[in-house]
């Protein structure tokens, strides 16, 4: 089983669809958590960081749930330009930030 | 202000050879860990260091080291290249470690071994 796991996708949705992503963990002390966009051969940058309380920057917003150790991203109203992989991060205690596969989203006109 | 750099940019290199590459993270950031990411995958972490120390390591073999210098920048050696080190090597800063930090990904170097 991976340490993190997403569905691949991809997710093809028109602009203005509400879209949601998944993500689940293996290492029950993972203490940080993180979704992160990548553009075709670009880096990845960072979208939020993922708070127990759950938080909301403009039209995304992000769940923890540690006791089923799964961490969801939700974007609302989809541009075009939310075309990307969306990764999931989570870090463990020794500092080990471990990826997921991540997921593809193509947003269509 | 200046996002992390790295450089080369692209690289190509042959079997059995080293490379260096390198990285200077955001100004104000002590914290530089590598990752190797291979098409269709995430990033996979192979080092942190935090002031100076290594803070973390990946599974990744011991052809593989690095360094971090007083200014903060670091060095990703590989000897001993295999075909299977072709990969974009990314850098990422942070301003600390510790429970709870993110962190700032440079643009990477791709690495081709032939």
């Known amino acids: 089983r991976k340490e993190v796991e997403q569905d691949p996708g991809p997710f093809n949705v028109p602009e203005g669809a509400t879209v949601a992503f998944n993500c689940t963990y293996s290492n029950s002390a993972s203490q940080s958590f993180f979704w992160y966009r990548q553009d075709c051969r670009k880096e990845p940058k960072l979208l939020m960081s993922v708070y127990s309380s759950g938080n909301e920057d403009g039209r995304f917003t992000a769940q923890l749930n540690r006791a089923s150790q799964y961490i969801s991203l939700l974007i609302r109203d989809s541009k075009l330009s939310d075309s990307a992989t969306y990764l999931c991060?989570?870090?463990?205690?020794?500092?080990?930030?471990?990826f997921g596969a991540g997921t593809r989203l193509t947003v269509k006109p | 202000d200046a996002g992390v750099t790295q450089s080369p940019t692209h690289l190509i290199k042959t079997r059995g050879q080293h490379v260096t590459l390198r990285c200077s993270p955001i100004s104000g950031h002590k914290s530089v860990s590598w990752y190797q990411q291979v098409l269709g995958q995430g990033p996979q972490f192979i080092f942190q260091?935090?002031?100076?120390?290594?803070?973390g390591r990946g599974n990744f073999p011991d052809r593989f080291s690095a360094r971090q210098f007083p200014n903060y920048s670091s060095e990703l050696n590989v000897n001993a290249l295999l075909l299977g080190d072709s990969a974009l090597y990314l850098c990422?800063?942070?301003?600390?470690?510790?429970?709870?930090?993110?962190?700032?990904f440079g643009p990477g170097t791709r690495l081709t071994v032939t």
């Open positions: 260091y935090y002031e100076k120390e290594e803070r």
């Open positions: 991060v989570v870090k463990t205690h020794n500092n080990d930030m471990r």
């Open positions: 990422a800063s942070s301003l600390l470690s510790g429970r709870a930090y993110e962190q700032y």
